[in-house]
């Protein structure tokens, strides 16, 4: 057996699809119910439903709500508090309901929800059936005011309320309600037979009847509550049954408390039927679209709604303001059925109507219309016709694109005639530093549909507006204004792109190339016509390094064996231009031993500090000459020279160290050893943390000293960014590393390095004491265990040095990178020390 909760989530789930196909509604309802169902089986443990999950319940129309409660084996008091349904309320038809058997028994739950669920993906993708929206508010929401004013034709009936005021010689008021005989018990009156009377009549029998019987008294009559009425819901509703609704409602108001029409029935052909009789139809159209309720005749009891199924029905999608399946009737014409859906949209391209049917064959077939026409307007439609408006193409037509150095770039649009100064007038209109000499035009070939380019000077466009200089635009061209620092090539690498994509056999890319010494060598469009001179002005113009006499055009053909043929022409630039081929290269040759300017950094304890030119060849001797030398606090033994190349290679280790470091702290986390308990993680990110603050220096060991004794067999030439720091004399000696506290202590000649490491509070924990090595102040390296240092006094410590106690990294399982990162981020650290010495 289910449990009550599988039950209701069953039952509700069912609902939902069956009524409201709303995600939102299924949630709210499918609590409220599952609150209501524990409450009424299991009192002692159930939660009490709150407010508005009441209030949610109370709101379904009757109907559902016994069907509902039926199916959960509840009894309906027990959630209702042993009321009743209101009198103008919906009653439950007494025909069984779809959600339940034979038995029942509430369908299987896994299979009725697979079903369901592929239902639900067919209705996303059907068009919406016009109308039907109207019915899901809810019956509750469409009831008919019980305080609006009685109609004077009003029939009177039994259970009905009249409200008698009798004033003058006698004061009194009076509520009847007629009875079962269609009388009302007057006071001092007796019987009066008001059924089947009209309110007037009533009204006028009243005023008589006590104006008659009782001398000095008049009437005043009005109706107070009204009685209800059963009438039948039948055909295509969603519950089809007898309901009991006021006595003041119309067919609509029966149709919403039935559940309103399903998606087969017809809004155009209700029915209403009195003692066998068809009294009339409504059609729901002219509500939904006019607002014309005229049609909507009141309801006496025993009428019958009859909703029959639709016919005619077409969809329409598109370019239209109201897409859904609607129903025809009379008019059957396609504008008939767009003026149903709201008309066209603002987007609609009317020309193009599709329309697919079903044939005698059984097979679709798809008919075109125009409907700017007088037949596309006229055109028939069919039961079952799918009509599509075409929408319109997302492309703008006729458009002139400005693209790059424009003040106001974008589109423009176009007409017969217009020329390049009708869209910018003058230098004025486009950003300062654009380049005026030259700029590219695209166009697309009327007949062939392919993209041309050619070049043109917007100075003389401007200087001569109107003539053949100032080019005629047509529809899609685009323009490209070029600047005097921007990479052109990869401005213009849509262009390329579809150039590149129209080459075919026997068509080459309509590309050339150009490289050496111009401002933006690359690949650009071969444009019509072009000469050398106009792929220099496209590319920047030459620079300054420029060999501007002499120039060279690589090209290659196709030989008739369709071999490939490479020739090379060396072209005279200030000759007459050479008119370029599809695939050309022009190298722009270079001033014979150009190079750029090279500079040398010189700071510290020199005359005259600063940045130095240097020429091919100079070596550091010239550069400290042309510096005036050394001052006489300098000291040469710390002399800092660094290296462009050896910076940007020892980033790179940097960046190599990091990632291997984070890789092997991965593992060292996942590995529990002796790595994880001698290392904490918070060591690690501190370790990370340095690299990420560290700069390189690039530093060589020089020896400066033998430098300046022995210039002829020690000086070394320089290179473009070289840098050299003169220390002054730093009388100190450094400890860092894994020490207590790593700091500087004044030289003393006589102290060797393991007194300074006491000096220092010793090693740590994690020290390394076999690997203790020494930096001197000129950066040389020194290890004592090899060299046997401390046994070697005249190679004692000198002022500048410094005194590394490396990390011991054996111990710490699955990190090899540490030493080298360590030491790496040491040697950084006593290069900045020495820097910052200055």
Known sequence: MKSLTQKITTALHKHWLHHSRTLKATTCTLATLTALGSFATVPAHAQTPSAAQMAQFKAMPPAQQKALAKSMGID?????????????????????????????????????????????KEEEEKLPVFGLSLFKEGADLFRPPANIPVP????????????????????????????????????????????????????????????????GVKASTTIGSLRTIRVFVLGEVEHPGSFSVGSLSTMTNAIFASGGITEVGSLRNIQLKRAGQLLGTMDLYDLLLAGDTSGDQRLLPGDVIFIPPAHNTVEISGGVNRPARYELKNNKTLAALIKMAGGLSNTS??????????????????????????AGKSFKLHDGDQVIIGDALEHIDNKIMIHGSAKRPG???????IRFTDIIANPYQVIPGTDIDIALLQSMSPETGRIETRVFSPSAAWVKPYTDLDPVLNGYDEIYLFD????????????????????????REQLVYITGSVKFPGTYPLTTNMSTQELIELAGGLTESAYGSNGEITRYEISDELQRIVMHVNVNLQDEPRQLAPGDTLNIKQVPLWKKRETITVDGEVMFPGV???????????????????????????????????????????????????????????????????????????????????????????????????????????????????PRYKPSV???????????????????????????????????TDRIYIVKANGRVIEPSRSKWFKVKTEGIEPGDTIV?????????????WSKTTQILYQAALGAAAVGSL
């Open 411 to 417: 589109q423009y649009s176009w007409r017969p005639g």
């Open 152 to 215: 004077a034709n009003y029939v009177l009936g039994p259970e009905d309320t009249i409200v008698i005021q009798l004033y003058g010689k006698e004061n009194a008021t009076h509520p009847l309600t007629v009875n079962r005989e269609g009388q009302i018990q007057l006071p001092n009156i007796g019987p009066i037979t008001v059924a089947g009377m009209t309110f007037a009549k009533m009204q006028e029998l009243i005023n008589v009847t006590v104006a008659e019987r009782m001398v």
């Open 805 to 817: 106690i490396p990390l011991d990294t054996d111990r710490v399982d699955g990190l090899e990178v």
């Open 484 to 507: 005097l620092t921007s990479d052109r090539p990869a401005m213009l690498e849509k262009t390329i792109e579809l150039l590149q994509q129209q080459a075919r056999f026997k068509e």
């Open 76 to 120: 309906i008091a027990d959630l209702t508090g042993g009321t009743q349904a209101p009198a103008d309320e919906p009653n439950l038809s007494e025909k069984p309901t779809d959600d339940t058997n034979e038995d029942n028994e509430l369908l299987d739950v896994d299979t009725d929800i697979e079903m369901d669920e592929d239902e639900l």
């Open 349 to 374: 391209h009317a020309a193009k109507v599709m329309i697919t049917r079903v044939n005698k064959t059984g097979e679709r077939s798809l008919v075109n219309t125009d409907y700017t026409q007088a």
């Open 612 to 726: 130095y030119t240097i020429l091919p060849g100079e070596t550091l001797m010239d550069v400290l000459t042309r510096a005036g030398g050394l001052t006489p606090y300098a000291y040469p033994v710390g002399a800092v020279f660094s290296r462009e190349e050896l910076r940007n290679l020892e980033q790179q280790r940097l960046d190599e160290l990091r990632s291997k470091l984070e890789a092997d702290i991965a593992i060292g986390n996942t590995d529990v050893g002796v790595g994880k308990k001698d290392l904490e993680n918070d060591e690690a990110e501190k370790l990370l943390e340095k690299i990420e603050d560290t700069r390189p220096l690039g530093r060589m060991v020089i020896d400066l000293p033998i430098i300046l004794d022995d210039p002829a067999s020690n000086d070394f030439p320089l290179e473009d960014g070289d840098e050299l720091i003169i």
């Open 734 to 768: 450094t400890v860092i590393g894994e020490v207590q506290y790593p700091t500087s202590h004044f030289y003393n000649k006589k102290l060797n390095a393991g007194e300074y490491i006491k000096r220092s509070g010793g090693t740590k924990k994690h020290a390394d």
